[in-house]
T-cell receptor, first 114, second 109 residues
Framework: NAGVTQTPKFQVLKTGQSMTLQCAQD?????MSWYRQDPGMGLRLIHY???????DQGEVPNGYNVSRSTTEDFPLRLLSAAPSQTSVYFC?????????????FGPGTRLTVT | GIQVEQSPPDLILQEGANSTLRCNFS?????LQWFHQNPWGQLINLFY???GTKQNGRLSATTVATERYSLLYISSSQTTDSGVYFC???????????FGQGTELSVKP
């Protein structure tokens, strides 16, 4: 199992550009989430999904869009990048089976918006 | 929502020393995880411990759910233990972990 994978690892954008951060998991987990981590802080939830076709907002959703058309994939879209979105982005997945809600994280995407 | 507080915020140890990190949470949880974020930014699952005690090598963790706290013990610390340790919790909410601010540990040789 590859677990949770994210691409790209690094990205530099100019203000106003759009892009999609990719996240995939091969564990057949029903839950997937996106978090952002700013310097010196813990992770904050952006959006999450409880299954294919179902998404909801987390603590800091503004400026981001998500969709979940398959169990495996959960892309995060930045519609019009702003310097305040400079951060490290982590994707995670979890399941009710086994150890309920235990989250597994991807390696992260470091995004800089200039 | 649930609040999570970690202490201490920073900790400097000499190699070989022991330490205890604390996580307090404000409401009932049925998921509590400890993570280590290494200097390269990678988040490593240490423990899934909504209650009870677990041990993994030099690390162990205890969660007392009724008193709303968890402790992470690091014994005989090594320089590779350096990084930030996060506690994160949730209650019946797949996909919605709430993180503490972390404890930044620095182990000196």
């Amino acid at each position: 199992n590859a677990g949770v994978t994210q691409t790209p690892k690094f990205q530099v954008l100019k203000t106003g550009q759009s892009m999609t951060l990719q996240c995939a998991q091969d564990m057949n987990h029903e839950y997937m989430s996106w978090y952002r981590q700013d310097p010196g802080m813990g992770l904050r939830l952006i959006h999450y999904s409880v299954g294919a076709g179902i998404t909801d907002q987390g603590e800091v959703p503004n400026g981001y869009n998500v969709s979940r058309s398959t169990t495996e994939d959960f892309p995060l879209r930045l519609l019009s990048a702003a310097p305040s979105q400079t951060s490290v982005y982590f994707c995670a997945s979890s399941t009710q089976r086994g150890t309920p809600y235990e989250q597994y994280f991807g390696p992260g995407t470091r995004l800089t918006v200039t | 929502g649930i609040q999570v507080e970690q202490s201490p915020p920073d900790l400097i140890l000499q190699e070989g020393a022991n330490s205890t990190l604390r996580c307090n949470f404000s409401d009932s949880v049925n998921n509590l995880q400890w993570f280590h974020q290494n200097p390269w930014g990678q988040l490593i699952n240490l423990f899934y411990i909504p209650s009870g005690t677990k041990q993994n090598g030099r690390l162990s963790a205890t969660t007392v759910a009724t008193e709303r706290y968890s402790l992470l013990y690091i014994s005989s610390s090594q320089t590779t233990d350096s990084g930030v340790y996060f506690c994160a919790v949730s209650y019946n909410q797949g996909g919605k972990l709430i993180f503490g601010q972390g404890t930044e540990l620095s182990v000196k040789p």
